[in-house]
């Protein structure tokens, strides 16, 4: 197991050993990259930038996420006796280590079904001085576009994303969001492209997290990312804070967020895929159990997703604006391997269900792929995993025609029999999707 240790002044961390990381969280001491890993240099800038006040345990919240992110990218998980399934204890300050020491092992019960590794947590009191907010004109003016927002709305980049964006923005909706972006490098200029198609007003944050490894080690991060919905949805809380004290409105709670419901379930497609390649980002589970834990910590937010009961491919014909949504899809990113060479691969499994729902959706343009035609991904040995496992899957449901117990293998299900139903109904369609999109690229 690695302990890793964290703070924002570089002082009071141990020394680097195999078994203990220590890990600078924050920009309020100058940093020593021989010393310490580095995580959110400039978040509490970003924070302070709002012009609002922004509660101690949205703080907290974000600390907490940063400390995750930062342990999810640094261990690799090659060094795991199963090549997988990771064992990290984090020591994290916070301003009320009591609620939080409570609540840790629900906390790592829930990152435990969210990444697939084994998570412990120890909390202990911050010497850190809160952020106060900044009184610069620029920030006054930040403050303005807060004011008459009512929601956070996550904003990826990500095709459901735009939809998202799109459905709210380009329409009569009662929402008025606050979008929530993660600046990895290279979305922030397609975020900002597909912002530039949004007609109404909103407010935004863009953040980055940015783990940076300690000099000796010389090694990059792990690119599983597994626990990045869980920072995300952090940032989201954060926002909360900060719009309900900008428009002195405690009922504010909504958070959307836009995925369909096929992605949101994943089934593995086959047993071996099961934890691996099945990422549980937005899973039902995860959410209602993120949100219930969130609630016994004092915090009061709503996750929705609109989108739970779609395919990628319906919410592209159903998007309100469809121009918009048009414009959107060679923006967009929906890639696994997105961020290793800059370009969609067109073969791993978000690539063929976006390409898939475009295909439903008899969209015309969409962004470049480095593998296009499907027909020589077939016949490569490296490439075609992804692409034969889903037809495995296509051939084994219609044989069992068990779509339950298939979508139980990534976690537990609704109680609710007519939630589940419609569960199992959009999954079939979704796999429906992909299986006339093969059909029309595979010869």
């Not at 309020?28 to 021989?34: E, G, R, S, V």
């Not at 379930?265 to 934890?275: D, E, K, Q, S, V």
């Not at 997105?338 to 067109?346: A, D, L, S, V």
Request: proline content about 5%; some cysteine; hydrophobic content about 35%.
């Amino acid at each position: 197991m690695t302990n890793f240790y964290f703070n924002n002044n570089p002082t009071q961390l141990p020394n680097y050993s195999p078994k203990c990381h220590p890990v600078q969280i924050y920009n309020t001491h100058p940093h020593d990259n021989n010393k310490c890993s580095l995580a959110s240099r400039a978040l509490l800038e970003k924070v302070r930038d709002l012009g609002v006040y922004i509660d101690e345990n949205s703080i907290d919240l974000i600390t907490i996420a940063t400390a995750v992110t930062a342990a999810d990218s640094f261990e690799q998980r090659k060094t795991a006796a199963d090549a997988w399934s990771r064992a990290m204890h984090l020591h994290i300050p916070v301003t009320d280590e009591c609620i939080w020491n409570l609540l840790s092992g629900r906390l790592s019960s829930i990152l435990n079904f969210l990444t697939g590794d084994q998570w412990q947590f120890t909390f202990y009191k911050t010497s850190m001085t809160m952020p106060k907010p900044k009184t610069s004109n620029k920030a006054k003016a930040k403050l303005e576009t807060l004011k008459g927002l009512n929601s956070i709305c996550l904003f990826s980049g990500g095709l459901d994303s735009a939809v998202g964006a799109i459905d709210i923005l380009n329409t009569a909706s009662d929402y008025k969001p606050l979008l929530i972006s993660h600046s990895y490098r290279g979305d922030g200029v397609k975020q900002k492209n597909i912002k530039a198609l949004l007609k109404s007003n909103f407010g935004e944050i863009s953040y980055s997290i940015s783990p940076s490894l300690i000099k000796k080690l010389k090694g990059k991060n792990d690119i599983s990312m597994r626990g990045r919905s869980f920072n995300f949805l952090a940032m989201a809380v954060l926002g909360i804070s900060a719009l309900r004290n900008a428009n002195d409105d405690p009922n504010i709670s909504t958070i959307i967020v836009p995925e369909n419901g096929y992605i949101s379930i994943n089934p593995p497609l086959t047993r071996r895929r099961i934890g691996s390649h099945s990422t549980r980002t937005t899973h039902p589970y995860f959410l209602n159990e993120f949100e219930r834990f969130l609630t016994d910590a004092g915090f009061h937010v709503k996750f929705v997703n609109p989108y739970q009961f779609k395919t990628k491919g319906e919410m592209l014909v159903e998007c309100e604006d469809p121009s918009a949504i048009a414009k959107a899809v060679p923006l967009s990113v929906s890639c696994s391997h997105w961020h290793r060479r800059n370009i969609q691969c067109g073969h791993c499994v978000p690539c063929i269900i976006r390409r898939a729902s475009i295909h439903h959706a008899k969209l015309t343009e969409d962004a470049p792929y480095g593998s296009q035609n499907l027909n020589f991904v077939f016949k490569d040995r490296e490439q075609k995993d992804d692409l034969q496992a889903l037809q495995t899957a296509i051939i084994r449901l219609k044989q069992s025609n068990d779509y339950l117990f298939w979508m139980r293998q990534s976690g537990s299900l609704p109680s609710d029999i007519n939630t589940r139903k419609k569960l199992e109904l959009t999954i079939k369609r979704g796999l429906a999707e992909v299986e006339s999109f093969l059909k029309s690229e595979i010869v």
